[in-house]
């Protein structure tokens, strides 16, 4: 098995592609002819999941959000990006990244929101030609009353804590969505129809809210953590007897703590 044999497959699902202009999916450390002996499927690409791919034999990880994003000047141990690249090179660990891949097709990242909620008539809320594109849009099996859906919300993702801003009268029905930072999506939620939209880094003044139309930030990793579980399905099914393992500190690994 190579590192080629292993993108090609996630490629298969998140397109390269279709990644936003300014994103570094991809594959960041390593040559597409290298062997894999393993796969270590994660969220964040940090030093502590390159220890435990090497502890548990993989020689490759796979992440949601890319390890490098912005331009490297240094490459340094004391710094938590340094000090994953020169654990994966000096491991012969290749990495690879699918972040906007993975938010703009529907059975990815928003998909995997909405049908955790239960959604139906699922659509991509901010489609792009090719029928990809970020963020969804569906509705409710059932309306439900706002403090009924939130609390419902919290039980599906989860949750310890959820910001909103003022819930809206009468019932819910249709809800827009979008994992990660979703605030440049709030205009096509409500285009769309959406009572409801749920994203995560929202700021303050978002909040103000029209009425009948209000806003849930969940958290981005609790809103995109899911695409771990999709990504070990599809190499999974690619490869059913190969060795591919999820991040066993997963639960574990959001850099947000809620005290």
């Known amino acids: 098995m190579r590192v080629s044999d292993i993108t090609r497959a996630i490629e298969a699902f998140a397109p390269l592609g279709i990644q936003e202009n300014w994103d570094n999916s991809g594959l960041l450390i390593g040559s597409p002819d290298d062997e894999v002996n393993g796969v270590m499927v994660g969220f964040d690409c940090t030093p ?53 891949t ?27 030609p090719g029928g990809t594109g970020l963020g969804v849009v569906g509705d409710l099996g059932e309306p439900m009353d706002s403090h009924a859906l939130l609390a419902l919300l919290k039980e599906k993702f989860a949750l310890k804590v959820l910001r909103v801003s003022k819930p809206v009268r009468g019932k819910i029905s249709r809800v827009a969505m979008c994992g990660g ?61 190969f060795a591919v393992c999820i991040d066993p500190e997963i639960k574990r690994s959001n850099p947000i703590q809620y005290i």
């Open 102 to 128: 993975a938010d703009k097709v529907i059975a990815g990242v928003s998909g995997a929101m909405a049908r955790k909620l239960g959604l139906e008539h699922i659509a991509i809320l901010e489609e792009e």
């Open 181 to 241: 930072s979703g605030s440049s999506l709030i205009g096509a939620a409500r285009a769309a129809g959406a009572q409801l939209y749920i994203s995560a880094d929202i700021s303050y003044h978002h909040f103000f809210t029209p009425e009948g139309f209000m806003i849930a930030d969940i958290g981005h990793f609790e809103s995109e953590v899911e695409i771990v579980d999709i990504f070990f399905s599809e190499l999974q099914k690619n490869f059913p007897n």
């Open 48 to 100: 502590g999941l390159i220890d435990r791919a090497l502890a548990a034999g993989c020689n490759m990880v796979i992440t949601h959000h890319p390890l490098i994003f912005g331009g490297l000047k240094a490459i340094r141990p004391d710094d938590p990006v340094g000090e994953t690249v020169i654990k994966a090179v000096r491991g012969g660990v290749a990495v690879y990244a699918a972040h906007t």
